[in-house]
């Protein structure tokens, strides 16, 4: 099987990560077929979360490898190994959806929020919303131990899986690294403009930047063989192409569509997040006005007319345009990375449209 790499998260693409994520879900069942019935709940939410999305972690993977060795076939283990970081990414939206309290997730309650109203419907012992938090932590744990085991299963060959197998792991770590990362920046709050964009830069590399773009582009040409020189030059366009993903996501979580991307408008400002895009608007607002988003980024629950007025501000104090250019910069700098790569042609047409599907996409 191949895939066209001028579409490279086409929907055939798409539809083989998501039968190999079925398949191997389909056996972890199997594997605890002594819990009885017990675990339906959480295998009906796994496969739910595990089910569509854009795929584009397991697209850096599969076209890294392409960009070094060509087309696999056959594509499962490849895809096998590709399709093992939506699990992973699964994993990490429960996670942060349990600790930013969020409602909502791809248009659907979230996790803990579904665990809940499980709860409430069956009549259970003990309060509904602390079992939803629980359970969504072990769902979360579940796809994490399922990621890692949907790698080691793939047999892609035990010598490319060696070499694919350290970036593997600083996935897996690095994302956890940068929720915690996150959870300091927003406590430590008040900073001066210049330090808390480092700071909203650090998280942005560790939470979304590696495990998103960087590690999957160079897992997928680890198992591709490639050498030392070109896994690093991936990892460099990797990373500023992750930042262009995460600033996009900063823009999308307080003006995007809900209907599109899934969670209401504006969740990032009623969580305090300290984005890049907030950074940049305490560093161009008026003295006045940055205190008031301060005030209001310090605020759980916030009126509608609040939302209003605080993308008011990002757009008039220049915020939004300051961050829209930083996106441009970004996916200029690695698309001039993996343009100097001597890569395959449908790895670098493939590499080149995931970049313009990062910097364009609405959801």
């Known amino acids: 099987m191949s895939f066209d790499p001028a579409d490279p998260l ?17 056996a972890q069942r199997d594997l605890l077929a002594e819990t009885g019935d017990r675990l339906d709940l959480v295998w009906r939410q ?7 999305g854009k795929r584009m972690r397991p697209g850096f993977c599969y076209w890294g490898y ?14 096998a190994v590709a399709a093992s970081l939506d699990l992973l990414h699964a994993s990490a939206l429960i996670h942060d959806d349990v600790i930013d309290g969020s409602d909502t997730r791809r248009g659907r309650p ?27 932590i072990v769902l979360g744990d579940l796809l994490l131990a399922g990621s890692v085991a949907m790698a080691e ?17 600083a996935a897996r770590c690095e994302v956890a690294a940068g929720q915690y990362l996150d959870l300091v920046h927003q406590a430590s709050g008040p900073a001066p403009a210049d330090e808390q964009i480092g700071q909203a830069t650090l998280v942005m590399e560790f939470k979304t930047s590696k495990y998103t773009v960087a590690r999957p582009v160079q897992i997928g040409a680890a198992l591709g063989l490639a050498k030392r020189d070109t896994l690093a030059a991936l ?11 995460q600033m996009r996501d900063d823009l999308l979580g307080v003006f995007g569509d809900p209907a599109v991307t899934g969670k209401p408008a504006g969740d990032d ?34 009126e509608p007319e ?9 757009r008039d104090c220049g915020a939004v345009k300051r961050t829209e250019r930083a996106i441009e910069v970004e996916a200029a700098r690695a698309l001039r990375y993996v343009s100097q790569l001597d890569v395959s042609a449908p790895g670098l047409t493939a590499l080149t449209a995931l970049t313009h599907a990062v910097v364009e996409r609405e959801a």
Not at 10 to 26: K, S
Not at 153 to 169: F, M, T
Not at 306 to 314: G, H, N, T, V
């Open 110 to 136: 979230s996790a803990h929020r579904f665990f809940a109203r499980a709860h409430r419907r069956r009549g259970w012992l003990g309060q509904a919303e602390a079992f939803g938090f629980g359970a969504a």
């Open 306 to 314: 609040d939302l209003r007025r605080a993308k008011r501000l990002l």
């Open 235 to 245: 990892g460099r366009f990797g990373s500023h192409l992750g930042h262009a993903y």
């Open 269 to 302: 400002l009623r969580e305090g997040k300290r984005t890049v895009l907030v950074a940049h608007a305490l560093s161009l607002a008026e003295p006045s006005q940055a205190a008031w988003l301060e005030e209001l980024l310090s605020r759980p629950d916030l």
């Open 10 to 26: 086409g929907p055939t693409f798409r539809a083989a990560v998501g039968a190999q994520i079925e398949v191997f879900l389909a």
């Open 153 to 169: 299963r793939s047999q892609v060959g035990s010598s490319r899986l060696k070499r694919a197998r350290p970036y593997l792991d």
């Open 66 to 79: 392409v960009a070094v060795a060509e087309q696999p076939d056959p594509a499962d283990p490849v895809l």
């Open 46 to 52: 796994a496969r739910r979360l595990a089910d569509g």
